[in-house]
């Protein structure tokens, strides 16, 4: 194996999607994965079907929200952390952290922070100053790190079909895309921007108005890689043949390929 592929993919239920995950990690064959949103609790994660696929997994569930997990072929990722240090809110499960193939692990699920103004809106922006604290020391870690998963924050205009209809929404208010600079003035990589700077790139197209049929997305699942792995950075892309499929999750599996 010359290059490893690392993908991020908000399953939105991981027990009523469980075959299309299966589907895809046999047909894609990524070597580690971040998934949110698995809405299931510790005691019902699907193991023994991942297993089966080849693949280990920690995971961080909650029961009917959240919930995060970290796969890996051929191998059992090594935990390093369940939960964001001095989260605001330890009862929601958002973030985890593992060393999976030469490579530490952090996967996440930021809050939506929908509708705002509110108390929503001000979770997600605690969480996010929790993980720009965070992300630093994993910055300056010396090994090379992925922060991978949904951060519910559109960059740019760039990232979303048309932002007239998303004025009041959450993901892309200047506080939100004020939060991911920071993140990105650190000197993490936005890996997909960073292959693709001036292709329209989506990850996520929403259940209504036929946005998927229309192509009517935003890019907000994104892998960020500190400065040790982002010089291995080769290939990108997002497998939309899973946005298809019956009873898709509204987002598409996001992944990068990096020289090992």
Known sequence: MSQL???????NGIRSRLPALLEWLKREAPDIVCLQELK???????????RDAGY???????????GVAILAKDMDPLPIRRGLPDDPDTSQSRYIEAAAH?????????????PQPGPKFDYKLAWFEQLIKHAQGLFDC?????????YNVIPTDFDIYNTRS????????????ECYQRLLDQGWVDSLRHLYPDERIYTFWDYFRQHWPKNSGMRIDH??????LAPRLRAGGVDRWVRDLPKASDHAPTWIEIDL
């Open 5 to 11: 592929k690392i993908a991020t993919f908000n399953i």
């Open 40 to 50: 299931a609790g510790d005691d019902v994660f699907p193991i023994d079907d991942i």
């Open 56 to 66: 280990g997994a920690i995971w961080h569930g909650q029961k009917s929200w959240n």
């Open 102 to 114: 030469g490579i530490v692990v952090g996967g996440l699920y930021l809050p939506n922070g929908n």
């Open 142 to 150: 010396g090994h090379p790190v992925v922060l991978a998963g949904d």
């Open 166 to 177: 998303w004025k009041k929404d959450a993901l892309l208010q200047p506080e939100s895309r």
């Open 223 to 228: 892998l960020l890689l500190n400065a040790e």
